[in-house]
T-cell receptor, first 113, second 115 residues
Framework: QQKVQQSPESLTVSEGAMASLNCTFS??????FRWYRQHSAKGLEVLVS????GEKEEGRFTAHLNRANLHVSLHIREPQPSDSAVYLC?????????????FGIGTRVLVRP | DPKIIQKPKYLVAVTGSEKILICEQY?????MYWYRQSAKKPLEFMFS???????DNQTASSRFQPQSSKKNHLDLQITALKPDDSATYFC??????????????FGEGSKLTVL
C-alpha cells in the first residue's frame, strides 16, 4: 500500500526567502504527483502537478521529481504571508481507475512579514 | 465563486443518528469523489463515481453510502454515526475518472462532529 510522507512537519520562513518542502513515496511505479495548498477551513487549491522526472514550474511554485529516489519536492519562490497554509503532497498512478490520490499529512508553512 | 458546493459546512450529530452530506459540482465533470480528513490523519480516499456509477470504494463500512441522483450530484449518507466518524468530508470532481493528467478539484468540505 502506498505510503506518502512529508517533511518537515512545519516550516517558518521570512517573506521573500525560498521555502522548500519534501515528499517521499513508497511505490516506485507511481507517476502522478500533485501539490495542493489548504488554507484553514478551506478546500484544497491545486498548485502544481508533475508526471515525469525533472522540474515543473507554475508561477512561484516549482516541483522537482526524482522517481528513482522516490522523492518529490516543492519550492516556493518569494513566499508571502498569504502563502501561509498547509501544503499537501498527493501521489497516484496515471490511468488508475477511480483517480485515487494518496496524500501525505502535510507541511504547515508560516511566512513571517 | 466556488464551483463545487458542499452543504452543510458544519454539522453536529449524536451517536447513532444519520446524516446526509450534499455535494454539487458545476464544472461539467463526469467523475466525482469523496475524501475524508480526520484529525491528525492524511486526507483519505473513500469513493469514486463516474457517470453516476461506482468506480472504487475504499470504505470498509457499509454505513457510508454515496447517492448520485444527477450527474453533477454525489451525496454521502452516513448511518449509525459514531464519534470516530468525526472528520471533514471533502467532495471532489474531475473531467474523467482515470488517473490521467487532468486535475482533481475539491470543495471546501463539510465538517462533521459526532457527540
Amino acid at each position: 500500500q502506498q505510503k506518502v510522507q512529508q517533511s518537515p512537519e512545519s516550516l517558518t520562513v521570512s517573506e521573500g526567502a525560498m521555502a522548500s518542502l519534501n515528499c517521499t513515496f513508497s511505490d516506485g511505479t507511481s507517476n502522478n504527483f500533485r501539490w495542493y495548498r489548504q488554507h484553514s477551513a478551506k478546500g484544497l487549491e491545486v498548485l502544481v502537478s508533475i508526471f515525469s522526472d525533472g522540474e515543473k514550474e507554475e508561477g512561484r511554485f516549482t516541483a522537482h521529481l526524482n522517481r528513482a529516489n522516490l522523492h518529490v519536492s516543492l519550492h516556493i519562490r518569494e513566499p508571502q504571508p498569504s502563502d501561509s497554509a498547509v501544503y499537501l503532497c498527493a501521489v497516484s498512478m496515471t490511468n488508475s481507475a477511480g483517480n485515487k490520490l494518496t496524500f501525505g499529512i502535510g507541511t504547515r508553512v508560516l511566512v513571517r512579514p | 465563486d466556488p464551483k463545487i458546493i458542499q452543504k452543510p459546512k458544519y454539522l453536529v450529530a449524536v451517536t447513532g443518528s444519520e446524516k446526509i452530506l450534499i455535494c454539487e459540482q458545476y464544472l461539467g465533470h463526469n467523475a466525482m469523489y469523496w475524501y475524508r480528513q480526520s484529525a491528525k490523519k492524511p486526507l483519505e480516499f473513500m469513493f469514486s463515481y463516474s457517470y453516476q456509477k461506482l468506480m472504487d470504494n475504499q470504505t470498509a463500512s457499509s454505513r457510508f453510502q454515496p447517492q448520485s441522483s444527477k450527474k453533477n450530484h454525489l451525496d454521502l449518507q452516513i448511518t449509525a454515526l459514531k464519534p470516530d466518524d468525526s472528520a471533514t468530508y471533502f467532495c471532489a470532481s474531475s473531467q474523467d475518472s482515470l488517473g490521467g493528467t487532468g486535475q482533481l478539484y475539491f470543495g471546501e468540505g463539510s465538517k462533521l462532529t459526532v457527540l
